[in-house]
């Protein structure tokens, strides 16, 4: 009864994809933009629930603990591909001024997002592992991104530049005990 119940919700959500999907588009094409970003947004959020869903399964079903340690370092990889991101569009907004600096900042901040959703979805890896170097491996690179967005906080306040967004996530890693504990963030 529970793998229905699995299979169900499954289908639920591949629904609510497919059907934000295809109204975003019809509002897209009927210029009615606020609903077509709503249901974007709807559709995106089915999509990474389901991401989180593969990736469950895909570690329970691993045959070894050298396959789950494959599926770690892919997604630590991907992190990695988002911080050294923000490192390219902070540079790219300390060479601009106005709104062009504004508009790289906020490609920034979607940066920063999408880097959170991951480590949400390696947050119920590292509580369910039994195995400590896959634990080890993913503190460290929890660690990691944590530093990577301590400095990037560092660098926007030291350059005058303001991203709620970054202190939001900083933040959000320190409520969620990601990080050394010993580290604290300024007001920003």
Same mark, same amino acid.
């Given at each position: 009864?529970?793998?229905?119940?699995?299979?169900?919700?499954?289908?639920?959500?591949?629904?609510?994809?497919?059907?934000?999907?295809?109204? *975003?588009?019809?509002?897209?094409?009927?210029?009615?933009?606020?609903?077509?970003?709503?249901?974007?947004?709807?559709?995106?959020?089915?999509?990474?629930?389901?991401?989180?869903?593969?990736?469950?399964?895909?570690?329970? +079903? *691993?045959?070894?603990?050298?396959?789950?340690?494959?599926?770690?370092?892919?997604?630590?990889?991907?992190?990695?591909?988002? *911080?050294?991101?923000?490192?390219?569009?902070?540079?790219?907004?300390?060479?601009?001024?106005?709104?062009?600096?504004?508009?790289?900042? %906020?490609?920034?901040? +979607?940066?920063?997002?999408?880097?959170?959703?991951?480590? +949400?979805?390696?947050?119920?890896?590292?509580?369910? +592992?039994?195995?400590?170097?896959?634990?080890?491996?993913?503190?460290?690179?929890?660690?990691?991104?944590?530093?990577?967005?301590?400095?990037?906080?560092?660098?926007?306040?030291?350059?005058?530049?303001?991203? %709620?967004? *970054?202190?939001?996530?900083?933040?959000?890693?320190?409520?969620?005990?990601?990080?050394?504990?010993?580290?604290?963030?300024?007001?920003?």
């Amino acid at each position: 009864m529970n793998d229905t119940n699995g299979l169900n919700s499954t289908r639920a959500i591949l629904k609510r994809f497919k059907d934000a999907a295809r109204e *975003a588009e019809e509002n897209l094409v009927n210029e009615n933009y606020q609903q077509a970003m709503a249901q974007f947004y709807e559709a995106s959020q089915s999509a990474d629930e389901m991401t989180e869903r593969f990736l469950v399964l895909l570690m329970k +079903t *691993a045959p070894s603990d050298a396959h789950r340690t494959l599926i770690i370092e892919f997604l630590s990889w991907r992190l990695r591909y988002f *911080a050294a991101q923000y490192d390219y569009h902070l540079s790219v907004a300390q060479t601009l001024s106005g709104l062009p600096r504004e508009e790289w900042i %906020a490609r920034l901040e +979607t940066i920063l997002v999408l880097s959170q959703s991951l480590v +949400t979805k390696l947050l119920p890896i590292l509580a369910e +592992t039994e195995d400590t170097n896959i634990e080890s491996r993913i503190r460290e690179l929890l660690d990691d991104w944590v530093q990577g967005i301590q400095e990037l906080v560092s660098k926007l306040q030291s350059w005058g530049m303001a991203s %709620a967004q *970054a202190a939001q996530v900083l933040e959000w890693a320190y409520d969620n005990k990601i990080g050394s504990k010993n580290r604290v963030i300024d007001e920003y």
